[in-house]
């Protein structure tokens, strides 16, 4: 299994480009969720999803797109980047939604740069 | 709305000192609670889970419910200890379990 896969790893962009994060797992989770990483900010949730078809705003969703046409994908996108949008993105998925012990499991991160 | 406290930013220790990271929560239910590490150029993983009440690489939690913490304790630190600790939190009482983070600690453990 190869677990949650984000590409890119790395990312520069000019400002007002748009661009998709992607996103794949293989363990058949339900909830997938992207968050944003930020010095002294922590993990912050963009959005996420409790299953195909089905999509819901985080903490700072403004600027980012998402949808959810298949179990396995969930792909992030940058609508119009802005240079406050230059993070490390994770990607994240866990077992069920009903089931709330279960554990995140995190994607390597994409690392973005918008110039 | 939920919340998780982590009020130290950086946290240094020499090996073989105790160590604690403070992780306090705010939520009106109740918690599903969680410790996640991020050890350099690895991807975050999870440490520990109160549910489980278990010990993991000699690290654990409690869950206080009357102090609203769940502080992550290790009686003797070693060097590869040293990484970024996130508390995290879920929503038990809802239909999304959204995982809510702390603005997490960076741990270094001094030889």
């Given at each position: 299994?190869?677990?949650?896969t984000?590409?890119?790893?790395?990312?520069?962009?000019?400002?007002?480009?748009?661009?998709?994060?992607?996103?794949?797992?293989?363990?058949?989770h339900?909830?997938?969720?992207?968050?944003?990483?930020?010095?002294?900010?922590?993990?912050?949730?963009?959005?996420?999803?409790?299953?195909?078809?089905?999509?819901?705003?985080?903490?700072?969703?403004?600027?980012?797109?998402?949808?959810?046409?298949?179990?396995?994908?969930?792909?992030?996108r940058?609508?119009?980047?802005?240079?406050?949008?230059?993070s490390?993105?994770?990607?994240?998925?866990?077992?069920?939604?009903?089931?709330?012990?279960?554990?995140?499991?995190?994607?390597?991160?994409?690392r973005?740069?918008?110039? | 709305?939920?919340?998780?406290?982590?009020?130290?930013?950086?946290?240094?220790?020499?090996?073989?000192?105790?160590?604690?990271?403070?992780?306090?929560?705010?939520?009106?239910?109740?918690?599903?609670?969680?410790?996640?590490?991020?050890y350099?150029?690895?991807?975050?993983?999870?440490?520990?889970?109160?549910i489980?009440?278990?010990?993991?690489?000699?690290?654990?939690?409690?869950?206080?419910?009357?102090?609203?913490?769940?502080?992550?304790?290790?009686?003797?630190?070693?060097?590869?200890?040293?990484?970024?600790?996130?508390?995290?939190?879920?929503?038990?009482?809802?239909?999304?379990?959204?995982?809510?983070?702390?603005?997490?600690?960076?741990?270094?453990?001094?030889?």
């Amino acid at each position: 299994n190869a677990g949650v896969t984000q590409t890119p790893k790395f990312q520069v962009l000019k400002t007002g480009q748009s661009m998709t994060l992607q996103c794949a797992q293989d363990m058949n989770h339900e909830y997938m969720s992207w968050y944003r990483q930020d010095p002294g900010m922590g993990l912050r949730l963009i959005h996420y999803s409790v299953g195909a078809g089905i999509t819901d705003q985080g903490e700072v969703p403004n600027g980012y797109n998402v949808s959810r046409s298949t179990t396995e994908d969930f792909p992030l996108r940058l609508l119009s980047a802005a240079p406050s949008q230059t993070s490390v993105y994770f990607c994240a998925s866990r077992a069920g939604h009903f089931t709330p012990h279960s554990p995140l499991h995190f994607g390597n991160g994409t690392r973005l740069t918008v110039t | 709305a939920q919340r998780v406290t982590q009020p130290e930013k950086l946290l240094s220790v020499f090996k073989g000192a105790p160590v604690e990271l403070k992780c306090n929560y705010s939520y009106s239910g109740s918690p599903e609670l969680f410790w996640y590490v991020q050890y350099s150029r690895q991807r975050l993983q999870l440490l520990l889970r109160h549910i489980s009440r278990e010990s993991i690489k000699g690290f654990t939690a409690d869950l206080n419910k009357g102090e609203t913490s769940f502080h992550l304790k290790k009686p003797f630190a070693q060097e590869e200890d040293s990484a970024m600790y996130y508390c995290a939190l879920s929503d038990s009482g809802g239909s999304n379990y959204k995982l809510t983070f702390g603005k997490g600690t960076l741990l270094t453990v001094n030889p």
